[in-house]
């Protein structure tokens, strides 16, 4: 583990000291008595005795002058500051790597520090946490938070106000926490990801120097983890919360409304799910798409789910409008298109409204930066349904004898019909729509009837004909 001169002054409180730290870099990595046959290194502490009873700790421009009765007791309760931090982080990655269970690596981590540690993902949900009983009791609220896993509403909504709790690589900070009091904090991430936060409590509320260095030096373990736990990345996120829901869990509506109200939604708001789909090679990688989305819609949820980028936002807080044309913009510049759900109220609903956008991106008409509806897929998905599953074919007769029709005398009866049927047997749309003349149309008709010897006037078998155009889509 690097270590920062700050974190070796929290170390030797017992001392007499006197310090000159200009730097803030973490990059000691060892120490030795300092000799002037060696090279200087940055990332070395270098140890010099004085007759004094003094030792003097240097690396680049920062010191440390030590007072010590006993200097060689001092010099080696230095080497057992990196002993310990060193052992510290060799030790928590090989748990890591084995699949230690993250309480494990919160015990470990409070254990060093003497912290009240908290893993909370990005949705502001408590998944670890581990810290001496002495430091809880100084914390009156957090026993009764720890209970429901959650900070309470009003106190993450003033959390999401601030702009530091969701930056990328920025040292640890404080935050107030009226439940917490002064907690230090780090961001957590994973790649780009947000995955939530590291926060370290201790009785008094105020944080040296040193032990920001040390949360920052033991942050990246705990991200180490997150990254080799697969379930662990996904839930994690911000979007984790509807994780369960779509696995087909049941996580409680009490409590996914709870959860959903850190970010202002309302139990009773109407909720809407967009699922994506790529509509050429040339379509934007999902990882690339997934960010932009995260952008454009910050109090809405997007995940990767069974394939699929999904957008979960609240109509209710939303305007709709505004929402489809960002929407419809972004699917258009990243080549995508969007399938939607019939927008429901009750969490517990989403599932369905998804299972819907789902059907909408897979079987409706597609095309960049389109948003199918659910009910432009019920008939597409339903002959798919009747291709896959029925062995007679159940196309109607007369297709197939126009087809061989057409192909001998280069005529297009086949097609002349189908828009025929689709405009409802008016003469004068279907011609207009083919561009020929009325009488033109008219002939083509009596003609399929003395091909085919279809009877137009009667309802089922104009619909078996339909029916029949739709069977026969590629």
């Known amino acids: 583990m690097q270590l920062s001169m700050k974190m070796l002054v929290d170390n030797l409180k017992g001392y007499n000291m006197k310090c000159d730290i200009r730097s803030d870099s973490r990059n000691i990595i060892n120490a030795r008595l300092y000799s002037d046959r060696i090279n200087n290194s940055p990332t070395t502490l270098y140890l010099v005795q004085s007759d004094d009873n003094t030792v003097t700790c240097t690396n680049n421009n920062d010191i440390i002058y030590l007072e010590a009765d006993d200097v060689d007791a001092a010099l080696n309760d230095i080497l057992d500051i990196f002993d310990r931090y060193n052992n510290f982080e060799h030790e928590m990655i090989l748990k890591v790597d084995s699949g230690c269970y993250v309480n494990e690596l919160m015990q470990e981590i409070s254990q060093l520090t003497g912290w009240f540690v908290i893993l909370a993902d990005a949705g502001f949900y408590m998944t670890a946490y581990q810290g001496p009983e002495d430091v809880l009791k100084f914390h009156k609220e957090l026993s009764s938070m720890l209970k429901t896993h959650m900070i309470p509403l009003d106190s ?51 944080y ?88 454009a819609f910050s109090n809405s949820f997007v995940l990767s789910y069974a394939g699929s980028l999904v957008l979960i936002t609240n109509l209710t807080i939303n305007n709709i409008r505004q929402i489809e044309s960002t929407l419809i913009g972004l699917l258009k510049e990243m080549r995508y298109c969007a399938g939607a759900g019939e927008a429901v109220e009750k969490i517990v609903d989403v599932p369905m409204c998804y299972r819907g956008a789902s059907m909408a991106s897979e079987y409706a008409p597609s095309e960049p930066g389109r948003i199918m509806q659910f009910k432009e897929s019920v008939l597409p998905y339903t002959f798919s349904i009747l291709k896959e599953h029925t062995t007679p074919n159940l196309c109607h007769p007369a297709l197939d004898l126009l087809s061989e029709y057409d192909k001998r005398h280069d005529t297009d009866f086949y097609e002349t019909l189908n828009v025929y049927l689709r405009n409802s047997q008016n003469a004068t749309s279907t011609a207009k729509e083919l561009f020929i003349h009325r009488s033109t149309l008219l002939y083509r008709i009596e003609r399929i009837e003395e091909i085919t010897d279809v009877d137009f006037s009667n309802p089922d078998e104009r619909f078996h004909l339909q029916l029949s155009y739709y069977l026969n889509r590629k």
């Open 208 to 295: 040296s120097d040193g032990e920001r260095d040390l949360l920052s030096a033991i942050a990246p373990v705990v991200e180490r983890w997150i990254e080799k736990n697969t379930e662990a990345v996904k839930h994690s996120r911000k979007a984790g919360i509807f994780l369960s829901l779509l696995d087909g869990a049941e996580p409680g509506e009490d409590y996914m409304n709870s959860r959903l109200s850190a970010f202002g939604w309302g139990k009773n708001d109407k909720k809407q799910v967009y699922v994506l789909k790529k509509i050429s090679a040339i379509s934007l990688p999902e990882d690339i798409v997934e960010r932009r989305l995260e952008l």
């Open 156 to 206: 993450i909504k003033k959390l999401n106000d601030s702009p530091e709790v969701r930056m990328r690589e920025i040292a640890p900070y404080t935050i107030f926490v009226p439940e917490l009091g002064t907690a230090l904090t780090y961001n957590i991430f994973v790649g780009r990801n947000h995955m939530g936060w590291l926060v370290a409590c201790n009785k008094t509320g105020v």
